[in-house]
């Protein structure tokens, strides 16, 4: 038997991978801030406006405003239809499905094209985010660094999330968030003992955000003050809705993305017909337009209208599903702040219409709102709260953020129970469980542990010849074949049973194909361990025919449950190496 499990000398060396894990973090940063410059760049050819949107599509004629968000999307489109199209939509499903089914491997390819499609798509003004693209090429990042330098699959996990939470931390200039968000949301398993690697790599990217972009936080966050201790109940209610509208957010997107595959439009046409809805909203209401920060910066300068508010909220939600929908490249994470800032701000303004002296100002609903639907949308409470709590620092604000955080959290859970994130695994056909041993399994293909030797018997075996097969075999599973040795059924010993009471005029009277059973539940050899499990459980079974998925007939091997519970034992027991069935 050959062994599976090998141990590299830098799986050893405690220092090397903390070096790995600096790089990763100055890697990350630096791209980072490329990034940045690029988007800067690319929104001022756009709109002749580097940061602004806002402001630069007042002052743009109305057909210049409709059509450069599709011209942005004709742009992407042959990007995500030909070249790379794991680059389209947020990015991070695709970052937590390399972690869970893929070993932690993502293309090489991935980090230029991602930023390519990225800051082409936020620049012509999809209403999408950059902390996706960011997570994405961090995680890109990392992924490469540990198959260049042969790590094994549980680290090559480890590095594309210190990869995603340098991402985070460079982006917002949140360390803490971002070593929550990859603890959270990233590894769908987390292990303290990787804490320090991700710490290590948010730090470092940190720095180098800090070096060359400034300290200075990404929105204009004012002081926070908590009115009174009766406000609690009112900040619950804020992230009821908030978790209402974070609702409405998820499905919207899908709902988008299934008309389009409905409609059966070529890929690469969809993203320019996005554009053009977004551009069509952004005639009337250029807010929608981008990132939003300036949006959150005016509402937490309390500058915005009771009426603007409610129509964008609905405007930008509705831009950003079509956008993300359509196959834009960009996150969800920005535009659920936005939506919360505005959401709060609306809960605000009704607070202090009704108690003046009471209520906390509106830009303080504002940001417990931009808290409260990051926490409904991504099911990450605790990468929501210390979100906010990065950009205030601010411990007045921790009571009414996390209130606003449960509540949200609960509407989702109890209604949907999948964030953003998780639906779009779901549309993949990847459903997430929390679970270190179901993610093992998922990285373990039914090929490496089947058995290729198996004892069979014809359709028109008799009776008799069967007991002394039984009597001689070690095998308590027969997969019964017909002439053409495809499999058309299974025998066990609980199939004799029945015949064995009145087995003296039997044996030349009864064959195989009469007692077998011939619904025989089978796997494929791609499948992972975690089907297998799947198809085991609830059922009286103890092997599983192993069949080509183009003749389901053709049988390649078995894989037998008590194979299956000693693969499970190793592997996550870790009680002695792991052994793989010589071909």
């Given at each position: 038997?050959?062994?599976?499990?090998?141990?590299?000398?830098?799986?050893?060396?405690?220092?090397?991978?903390?070096?790995?894990?600096?790089?990763?973090?100055?890697?990350?940063?630096?791209?980072?801030?490329?990034?940045?410059?690029?988007?800067?760049?690319?929104?001022?050819?756009?709109?002749?406006?580097?940061?602004?949107?806002?402001?630069?599509?007042?002052?743009?004629?109305?057909?210049?405003?409709?059509?450069?968000?599709?011209?942005?999307?004709?742009?992407?489109?042959?990007?995500?239809?030909?070249?790379?199209?794991?680059?389209?939509?947020?990015?991070?499903?695709?970052?937590?499905?390399?972690?869970?089914?893929?070993?932690?491997?993502?293309?090489?390819?991935?980090?230029?094209?991602?930023?390519?499609?990225?800051?082409?798509?936020?620049?012509?003004?999809?209403?999408?985010?950059?902390?996706?693209?960011i997570v994405h090429i961090g995680a890109s990042v990392g992924s490469s660094l540990a198959q260049v330098v042969k790590l094994s699959a549980e680290w090559r996990r480890v590095f594309l999330a210190c990869?995603?939470?340098?991402?985070?931390?460079?982006?917002?200039?949140?360390?803490?968030?971002?070593?929550?968000?990859?603890?959270?949301?990233?590894?769908?398993?987390?292990?303290?003992?990787?804490?320090?690697?991700?710490?290590?790599?948010?730090?470092?990217?940190?720095?180098?955000?800090?070096?060359?972009?400034?300290?200075?936080?990404?929105?204009?966050?004012?002081?926070?003050?908590?009115?009174?201790?009766?406000?609690?109940?009112?900040?619950?209610?804020?992230?009821?809705?908030?978790?209402?509208?974070?609702?409405?957010?998820?499905?919207?997107?899908?709902?988008?993305?299934?008309?389009?595959?409905?409609?059966?439009?070529?890929?690469?046409?969809?993203?320019?017909?996005?554009?053009?809805?977004?551009?069509?909203?952004?005639?009337?209401?250029?807010?929608?337009?981008?990132?939003?920060?300036?949006?959150?910066?005016?509402?937490?300068?309390?500058?915005?209208?009771?009426?603007?508010?409610?129509?964008?909220?609905?405007?930008?939600?509705?831009?950003?599903?079509?956008?993300?929908?359509?196959?834009?490249?960009?996150?969800?994470?920005?535009?659920?702040?936005?939506?919360?800032?505005?959401?709060?701000?609306?809960?605000?303004?009704?607070?202090n219409m009704l108690w003046p002296e009471q209520a906390t100002s509106l830009p303080g609903y504002a940001l417990v709102g931009m808290g409260a639907l990051v926490s409904g949308a991504t099911l990450a409470?605790?990468?929501?709260?210390?979100?906010?709590?990065?950009?205030?620092?601010?411990?007045?604000?921790?009571?009414?953020?996390?209130?606003?955080?449960?509540?949200?959290?609960?509407?989702?859970?109890?209604?949907?129970?999948?964030?953003?994130?998780?639906?779009?695994?779901?549309?993949?056909?990847?459903?997430?469980?929390?679970?270190?041993?179901?993610?093992?399994?998922?990285?373990?293909?039914?090929v490496d542990y089947m058995e290729k030797e198996f004892e069979t018997v014809r359709t028109d075996t008799h009776l008799g010849e069967l007991i002394q097969k039984v009597q001689e075999s070690p095998y308590?599973?027969?997969?019964?074949?017909?002439?053409?040795?495809?499999?058309?059924?299974?025998?066990?010993?609980?199939?004799?049973?029945?015949?064995?009471?009145?087995?003296?005029?039997?044996?030349?009277?009864?064959?195989?194909?009469?007692?077998?059973?011939?619904?025989?539940?089978?796997?494929?050899?791609?499948?992972?361990?975690?089907?297998?499990?799947?198809?085991?459980?609830?059922?009286?079974?103890?092997?599983?025919?192993?069949?080509?998925?183009?003749?389901?007939?053709?049988?390649?091997?078995?894989?037998?449950?008590?194979?299956?519970?000693?693969?499970?034992?190793?592997?996550?027991?870790?009680?002695?190496?792991?052994?793989?069935?010589?071909?």
């Amino acid at each position: 038997m050959a062994i599976r499990n090998s141990i590299t000398p830098l799986r050893e060396n405690t220092v090397a991978l903390l070096l790995l894990a600096i790089f990763i973090g100055v890697a990350t940063g630096a791209l980072a801030v490329a990034f940045r410059y690029l988007l800067r760049f690319a929104t001022n050819l756009c709109w002749r406006e580097s940061y602004d949107l806002l402001r630069a599509a007042i002052h743009k004629r109305w057909y210049v405003v409709i059509l450069t968000p599709a011209i942005g999307g004709l742009l992407i489109g042959p990007i995500i239809a030909k070249f790379a199209p794991e680059t389209r939509g947020t990015g991070v499903p695709e970052v937590i499905s390399a972690v869970v089914i893929r070993d932690g491997q993502i293309r090489h390819r991935t980090t230029l094209f991602k930023m390519l499609s990225s800051v082409i798509s936020i620049g012509s003004g999809a209403s999408v985010g950059r902390e996706g693209p960011i997570v994405h090429i961090g995680a890109s990042v990392g992924s490469s660094l540990a198959q260049v330098v042969k790590l094994s699959a549980e680290w090559r996990r480890v590095f594309l999330a210190c990869g995603a939470a340098a991402g985070i931390a460079a982006t917002f200039n949140a360390p803490m968030a971002g070593m929550l968000f990859a603890t959270e949301i990233i590894l769908v398993d987390f292990q303290i003992s990787y804490l320090s690697h991700i710490a290590v790599s948010t730090v470092t990217a940190t720095v180098v955000s800090h070096h060359f972009l400034g300290r200075l936080p990404t929105f204009d966050v004012p002081i926070f003050r908590l009115g009174s201790y009766w406000e609690i109940p009112l900040y619950f209610l804020l992230g009821l809705l908030a978790g209402g509208i974070a609702l409405l957010f998820i499905r919207s997107i899908s709902l988008i993305e299934d008309a389009f595959d409905r409609s059966r439009l070529p890929i690469f046409v969809r993203p320019a017909i996005g554009g053009l809805c977004v551009g069509l909203m952004a005639i009337g209401w250029p807010h929608v337009l981008g990132v939003g920060y300036q949006t959150v910066n005016l509402v937490l300068a309390a500058k915005v209208t009771l009426i603007t508010m409610t129509i964008v909220v609905v405007l930008k939600l509705v831009a950003t599903a079509v956008s993300v929908g359509s196959g834009f490249s960009g996150g969800i994470f920005a535009p659920s702040l936005v939506l919360g800032a505005l959401l709060g701000g609306l809960v605000g303004w009704s607070a202090n219409m009704l108690w003046p002296e009471q209520a906390t100002s509106l830009p303080g609903y504002a940001l417990v709102g931009m808290g409260a639907l990051v926490s409904g949308a991504t099911l990450a409470p605790i990468t929501a709260i210390f979100t906010i709590f990065e950009l205030t620092y601010s411990f007045e604000i921790i009571l009414p953020l996390m209130i606003s955080c449960i509540g949200s959290l609960l509407v989702v859970q109890k209604f949907s129970g999948f964030s953003v994130y998780e639906v779009g695994l779901l549309r993949q056909g990847v459903k997430i469980r929390r679970g270190r041993d179901l993610n093992l399994l998922r990285s373990m293909r039914v090929v490496d542990y089947m058995e290729k030797e198996f004892e069979t018997v014809r359709t028109d075996t008799h009776l008799g010849e069967l007991i002394q097969k039984v009597q001689e075999s070690p095998y308590p599973h027969f997969l019964v074949m017909d002439e053409q040795n495809e499999l058309v059924g299974m025998l066990s010993l609980r199939d004799l049973q029945s015949v064995l009471t009145d087995i003296g005029d039997l044996c030349e009277l009864v064959v195989a194909s009469e007692i077998m059973t011939s619904h025989v539940f089978h796997i494929f050899p791609e499948d992972n361990l975690e089907k297998a499990f799947e198809v085991f459980e609830g059922k009286q079974i103890s092997t599983l025919p192993v069949v080509n998925p183009f003749s389901p007939r053709q049988v390649l091997g078995v894989l037998k449950k008590d194979r299956l519970l000693h693969v499970y034992n190793e592997k996550i027991l870790k009680t002695g190496v792991l052994y793989k069935i010589p071909s």
